[in-house]
DNA sequence: AATGAATGAGCGTTCATTCAT
DNA sequence: TATGAATGAACGCTCATTCAT
């Protein structure tokens, strides 16, 4: 997923289509992608991906009932490949859970420092607000994602209940994202991802170690707490 | 700010204009709020601001020469808001450093739980990717909120180099962010941000009283480090 | 008129206005007539002839019902100005009716060579198309310059009966207007002026000097005719 | 040409269209011709045209990118045809010169009788004070509309130098231009077309037959000069 | 006498969409 | 499959005009 680009967009396999067809299906995804990442989310207005992938604006009827019917094949794909580029490289092996944990932080500052991330996730994100569509799709691919971090957690701190676990994960899945948000691909704090990084790994790594049961359910006071760490 | 709405735009004053023109001003930039908040960057057309102000198209024009102007106004507007907003809070006295850095925490996370903060910044951030004013003055805006986190961690960890401490404000303010974006008004996971908090603040604290100075600057192998925490 | 500027629009006196009237009176009016030169009719917009002379589009109102009603009296202006040019300088006294026909032309010639006249007459001729006022005005213009050459060829040759001479000096006139446009103030044809006027004089002097009764009525087969000559 | 109307556009062929659009093209354009001639250039709107040949506005926008690239094509058209008219009438045998460049007055003058040269030569001009694309295109087609001019001038008079024969056709030219503008189609003048028509004739030929090598040089006195007549 | 504020109509243009070819 | 042609709605913006101040 660090070096995911437009090539790698996952399309779905055309119903009963011919081969013809799903190039045309594929040529004018991808063409839409390009724009998404290129010129945002206001680019993609169907003259412009007839344009880009060389077919009229009619065609594309042909291929999709409606505008809204490709940005939702669009989005499809998108999180499909992102989620498939989560699968393959969360099972890189890694000696302890703490350097796999160590190793998950990385790839995902690396993927921040991607164009397509950098470009497409802040894109996601705005649709997400007003297309429950949009958002139901990015959440379950963050869901997916949190899987991993989530047996991480457990491996490394098997005594904290299935419900904070998720919050940790979480915790580490947004702050994460956070970052990369700002010091991303074409951020003007791109160039502390390195240090950036570390901080995760430390702060993370402490912690997921350190959070005992029942420290951060409701009932205590939020402002008390932090005297006790 | 946590509970900052429509009513609370801070609207600068029209020059030698009439009463009834300073009106119109904050008609039209309450009005673009309220779309960017409900329906997003997209439903800002200069016919929509209108109607949802009361005044006919051409009378928008005669306010703002533009539509970039009318934008770049409510940005202002917007940015200056919350900015005020920071100033007020971050003055709230505290006993010690860490009650302080644990109320910003807190701050923070109330204010992601609300809607106008929850819809205007994933818009602000989106509108960044295309438009460098927009980029230049969000950036400003979180620059000037990093002020504080700063002068906190200088307080903690005296011992740790200005760019160091300057790269850690940066990690807990985009890791703020990012748990807004998460678990912000009307998230899915908002019910969780006590808890985020909680472990938000527990994380920073340890992260800021043991940094040691060096310690996450280049050189260092990051997937090395974790261990060592 | 061969010098002719927007200083010397001859503007009519406001009836019953005060000092101050009369002072905003002309500055509109001026301020059109210099846009009317050098940005054409299509510039006559309320808004730029305000901006023009320092005035708001709504003060404007006050001064003319309507915009038409500034256009006229703008036409009305620059008319009465022209005609005033006119009569100075046909009284210039000559001491050969020939002399002062050529003296005539020159005169046209050196006009047609002025921004104001290079650029207001082209304007005139095309607003005159569609708008029967000013078709009535310009014709007006036009025939009052007439008078002086009719009486230049009643001078020169008095068999010609009126109505020849009315028509022989419309061919001068119009003649001259032709040339005008071709060869007059920033055309590509302006430096050929002094040879046109050569041509012109020589030519009009010919065919005023030896018309003969009867020869351009009807009846006579124009393509016949020249070999007569 | 000298019954030149709407009908005789010369419209381009679309290239790879299918027959329909072809007929839309030339309703377009001929639409855009019957505006300019019936209401003036100001009536070229989008809107106007799309009325007027019964198609919406948006589909103008199909056929030509842009209002001017309509424009442009449209006087494309327009001169196109007239330089044909130009070319076929231009090639009728005559007698001898004298007679062929009585009849190419009389051409022109029954063409200024024409409600269609009447309306869209104004318009032209007008046109080319502000636009140097109509300017340019409209001073090429005087220009070509010159050179039978020369060549006849050439034949009558062969002693006058090249230069001083372009100066002599221009005169012509601009001078027969002068008389249409005042004594055209629905001019008030327009009965004694025939009468301007025998003086243009008469005055023409005789300076063409008696214009003396450097007689229209600089270096003379102008005023001079006519006496010699 | 002058400005500020507002309107309704219209401008050129872009949009997603439909449908015949 | 793919294009050409057409539509209706909306876009940002300018216009002449009106009216309260």
Request: proline fraction near 5%; glycine fraction near 6%; include cysteine.
């Amino acid at each position: 997923m660090s070096d995911f680009t437009v090539q790698d967009l996952k399309i779905r396999a055309r119903e009963g289509g011919y081969v013809r067809g799903q190039e045309g299906l594929e040529r004018i995804l991808k063409a839409a992608l390009t724009l998404l990442i290129e010129h945002g989310a206001s680019a993609l207005t169907m003259r412009r991906i007839a344009a880009e992938c060389g077919l009229k604006a009619g065609n594309i009827a042909y291929y999709f009932a409606s505008k809204e019917e490709l940005l939702r094949e669009l989005l499809d794909a998108i999180i499909n490949s992102f989620e498939g580029a989560f699968d393959t490289i969360y099972q890189t092996p890694g000696a302890t859970p703490d350097e796999r944990l160590a190793r998950v932080v990385t790839f995902i500052f690396e993927d921040a420092n991607t164009k397509a991330s950098a470009r497409i996730f802040p894109e996601l994100w705005a649709m997400s607000n007003h297309d429950p569509f949009v958002r139901d799709r990015v959440e379950e691919m963050y869901a997916r994602g949190r899987v991993v971090l989530n047996d991480l957690i457990a491996e490394i701190n098997p005594a904290l209940p299935a419900d904070e676990r998720e919050t940790l994960a979480l915790f580490m899945s947004a702050s994460m994202e956070g970052v990369g948000f700002f010091a991303g691909y074409e951020r003007p704090a791109s160039a502390k991802l390195p240090a950036l990084e570390r901080i995760a790994i430390k702060s993370f790594l402490h912690v997921v170690h350190t959070l005992q049961p029942g420290e951060i359910s409701a009932g205590l006071k939020p402002g008390k707490r932090p005297r006790a760490t």
